[in-house]
């Protein structure tokens, strides 16, 4: 071998060996930002929160103390446990309330609406909420199973907007209470799963996510089913959970609010959204400031930083908690302290029945 073609081989070698050292997934690639800017994490919230978004799903016999514990080291007053069920577990959860931690917790009942129009479904349905809500239940969480999952009694897809359903949201409004509704799931799960989808990494790690115009119906078609009984039932209090899956897309948001004055919007999960468009977030919600609560839906303790980071602070790219959510770095939205006790607990103290408000300041 001469030395041109050893200079040959050992720059082939060279570029294999580095070719090697990238070979790497998306998954993977996961960088440390070098940008130094000010700004800190916020591990507890600036003033006393109400999650309207929570789960707790073992509550009529589980000790909360370690739940109450680290609500406290977040400053979370109040958590509206949407998981309350129905009939004996209705009871069991506010008695558990009741005897060890009185007013930190409250519960929505749920309804199963599978077999939906069978003879009698409807009365029977609307005479246990009400029984429920005289239990002690604040509200009902309506699971996106509605719209996605459910059957009626002839084995057909339950539309949320059935008219048969009509009584039971009507009896909301009756009641006094909210309907805290989660429908379809974010759109980005029914368009095509290729690299121009935003939630690749997610239906990619997450497959069983992943929708279609007919698994089970178009998503325009299932969120348009909740805006239709939402405007149907001016007299009750709705909660879109979510923002909608609007948080990308607030200028729509903005309409369908001003066309529902009884819609109300939640922003569990969606944090990531508001976080990428500081400004247009920020004059968003001060425009909609009484109609945006606070809302985590899981509970997991470490993640509630970030919420607070990207409603309270005026700081630039950090991270979120999740890749699979949001591959992009957030941004602190700044919030006036009027809106952010709005956002925070005031809107909820107005919009759920029975919160103790003693906990709050005025």
Not at 134 to 158: E, F, M, P, T, W
Not at 209 to 230: G, L
Not at 231 to 238: I, Q, R, W
Not at 269 to 281: S, Y
């Amino acid at each position: 071998m001469n030395f041109k073609h050893y200079l040959i081989l050992s720059f082939a070698l060279c570029i294999m060996s580095n070719s090697q050292a990238q070979v790497m997934s998306f998954e993977e690639y996961n960088p440390k930002s070098t940008l130094v800017v000010p700004g800190d994490s916020i591990f507890k919230a600036k003033f006393p929160f109400i999650d309207v978004h929570g789960h707790q799903r073992r509550m009529p016999t589980q000790d909360l103390t370690s739940v109450v514990e680290d609500m406290d080291k977040l400053n979370l007053a109040i958590m509206v446990n949407l998981s309350g069920g129905t009939g004996e577990s209705i009871v069991q959860s506010v008695n558990n309330i009741a005897t060890n931690f009185p007013g930190r917790f409250v519960v929505f009942a749920n309804i199963n609406f599978e077999g939906a129009g069978s003879e009698g479904w409807t009365e029977k349905m609307v005479a246990q909420l009400e029984q429920d809500v005289k239990n002690g239940a604040r509200g009902l969480k309506v699971y996106k199973s509605l719209g996605l999952g459910n059957k009626d009694a002839q084995g057909n897809r339950l539309a949320i907007n059935d008219v048969r359903l009509d009584p039971i949201w009507a009896k909301c409004g009756e009641l006094g209470i909210p309907v805290l509704i989660h429908s379809a799931d974010p759109a980005s799960f029914w368009d095509e799963f290729d690299g121009d989808n935003e939630r690749w990494l997610e239906l990619k790690t997450h497959p069983r996510r992943k929708r279609s115009d007919t698994d089970p119906a178009p998503f325009q078609q299932i969120m348009n089913e909740q805006y239709s009984i939402i405007k149907k039932h001016s007299n009750t209090t709705f909660i879109s959970a979510h923002m909608s899956w609007l948080a990308n897309d607030l200028g729509k948001l903005g309409k369908l609010l001003d066309e529902m004055p009884n819609m109300n919007v939640g922003i569990g999960a969606i944090i990531a959204e508001l976080g990428r468009q500081p400004r247009f977030a920020k004059a968003f919600i001060t425009k909609y400031q009484d109609r945006v609560l606070f809302g985590k839906d899981s509970w997991v303790p470490s993640e509630f930083p970030t919420y607070f980071r990207v409603l309270e602070s005026a700081d630039e790219y950090f991270p979120y908690h999740k890749k699979y959510h949001a591959y992009w770095a957030m941004y602190g939205l700044d919030l006036d302290d009027e809106v952010l006790k709005k956002v925070y607990y005031k809107n909820a103290l107005r919009i759920v029945p029975g919160l103790d408000m003693s906990l709050f300041p005025k």
